[in-house]
């Protein structure tokens, strides 16, 4: 299945998994960028977010978990974030961090709380309407994640 044909689906946790991969890709490269400030708790945030990109590299892409080598207890951590309510509680979590990191300072971290965000209603909206959670093929494919879980 092509990934036009994936987003033909409808199914909100092709798209969730979609905006995770951004979200990753974007709390990377804003993490680093705002870790050079004066104000601590902007770099605080900062960290947080760089280490969000981590979690959600493992969560997105579970191939990664057979390839790298992590602890037993992070896999099984990672292992339960399997549901989309699991996943969109994971997102909203993450998202909610990065929303309070605008209390101190307003900075770039917000466009990071608006895409976890939007990632989290996806996988909310997927559970909701009662759709199983299908991994893109093109990040690892539903037999490759079902192999690893």
């Known amino acids: 299945m092509t990934l036009k044909e994936e987003f033909a689906t409808r199914n909100f946790s092709i798209y969730g998994q ?3 991969v951004l979200s990753m ?9 705002n870790i050079f400030t004066f104000y601590v708790f902007i770099i605080i945030f900062s960290v947080i977010c760089l ?3 981590f979690i959600i590299l ?18 099984a951590a990672i292992r339960r974030v399997s549901t989309n309510y699991m996943r969109a ?12 990191s605008i209390i101190p300072r307003a900075t770039s971290l917000i466009a990071a709380a608006i895409l976890l965000t939007a990632t989290a209603v ?6 909701m309407k009662g759709q199983a959670f ?6 690892g494919g539903a037999g490759v994640a ?3 879980v």
Request: glycine share 10%; aromatic share 12%; proline share 3%.
């Open 18 to 20: 979609w905006l995770g």
């Open 25 to 33: 890709i974007l709390c990377f490269a804003l993490g680093i960028a």
């Open 51 to 53: 280490v969000s990109s």
């Open 58 to 75: 493992f969560i997105e892409v579970p191939l990664l978990l057979r390839i790298c080598p992590t602890s037993s207890s992070f896999d």
């Open 89 to 100: 509680g994971t997102y909203g979590v993450m998202a909610i961090v990065q929303w309070l």
């Open 122 to 127: 996806c996988y909310l909206l997927a559970g």
């Open 134 to 139: 299908v991994g893109s093929k093109t990040l």
């Open 146 to 148: 079902q192999m690893i």
